[in-house]
């Protein structure tokens, strides 16, 4: 992207309107990074999309393909990039060139509400580059906060080291080993930098002991040597040493599959290298995994109230009605993010301002009296807030969603019908659909792996274990996996599983696959 960065800059109208949409924003009370916007060609887009965001990262063939499908995705008009937005300090936010004045407004006051939930909202603490440590109290932040999110600078510097790795190795087995490891980027533990803990590196174990005492018999200082020989001691702590049992490696099921691996797989040192970088990349990327629907349902919000109430005028309200109808749609059988959080959010507000909340409201079973319920307590705007900076999606679903919600917005859960050979509604009860809304958004869908023991059958392999939730692996997912674990591991690896309800375990050694009875 180097040769387009001198052509990228907003033009004098464009910066004018950015001024203002900021002004109002911060009138509304959004506290944001500085943001610098950069207007881009339709394929430039696309090639900043395929990489994520980022002008730059590191070389893989996958990038490529994702541009080629975005690239003939817009040019056969079945879909258009409108913004991108980067979590970074300063963020740096993309408009497409040729979009109209009033697609410009609304993408820079929804870029500004982006940003205003990545510098508040809890889960984002773990992209602090200065964070020192786990953190511990996520909602404590200094004044002004102001931290090192330059992750710009950093994928490019991964880019940097995967590309020397390549120059030395090759580029066949570099992107043969990132292949493997891109397969693996899901098994971290998303709530690693919150745990208060971090993963038991090789080598704590000896450092963590503490030296052995050996009981000595009581005596005067010039008897000492005679009461308590050295050779006595010496002798004494070895056989204590020897006797003490081995301390099992993890101590505790480990979820941050990768980070194990880091620690305790006999990786080269390129290989380490290499894998490190697609950890990191994956933690990045994690907080925008879960907080998708909130994020998405706070942009939203903040720019239909920014452009209706202060920047549009008369002759621009419909063309944005017809473009936010666009993006507000919601196809049958498929959830809306933006749809889902602005309705919630605006849910949320409108209880708050009525006072529908508490014991009082809880208890009243007189609908007439609920229908008509209006304290005119005006928390809606304070609460909104309050829920942007202290929720995920799975808090925010559980907590806000009610029956109420789910009648007014005709939510579903649907699923195929063999009898028909198709999908159709299955129920349109609340629980059904606030466990299918959990369900799909806890851990963002995909398996609890977990790491159980180092050394299984004390034969130096792998023993994984997956925390069954009424799924089955899939199989050709659970070996391809394998596969890719027994490349970084480089001896047999397993997971303890269930399949059909009977405990079993796969096992690759390298060569071959293999499932047998497993007691869990």
Known sequence: MSKFALNTALPRYLRAEQERVEAVAREYGLDFFPVIFEILTYDQMNEIAAYGGFPSRYPHWRYGMEYEQLSKSYEYGLSKIYEMVINNNPSYAYL??????????LVMAHVYAHVDFFKNNFCFRSTDLDQKGNIIDPVRKTSPYDPDRRWIDKMANHGSRVARHIERHGINKVEDFIDRCLSLENLIDPWQPFSGRGTTKKGDEEEDEKPIEVPRLRAKEYMESFINPEEYIEAKKKQLAKDKPERKVPERPERD???????????????RDVLEVIRDEALYFVPQRQTKIMNEGWAA??????LTEKILDASEIIDYADNNAGVMATAPGRLNPYKVGVELFRYIEDRWNKGRFGREWEECNDLDAKRSWDMRLGLGRQKIFQVRALY???TFIDEFLTPDFVLEQKLYTFGFSGRNDRFEIESRQFRDVKEKLLFSLTNFGDPY???IDANHQNRGELLLEHQHGGVDLRADYARETLVSLVRCWKRPVSVATRLDNKPVLLRYDGKEHSMTPYKL
Do not use: C, M
Not at 96 to 105: A, I, P, R, W, Y
Not at 257 to 271: C, N, S
């Open 301 to 306: 919000y903040w720019h239909s109230k920014i």
């Open 257 to 271: 599959v990768l980070g194990f691996l880091l620690d305790h797989a006999p990786l080269e040192r390129w290989e």
């Open 392 to 394: 995920n999606d799975v």
């Open 449 to 451: 792996i977990r790491v």
């Open 96 to 105: 497409l060139e040729g979009n109209s004045l009033t697609d410009q407004k």
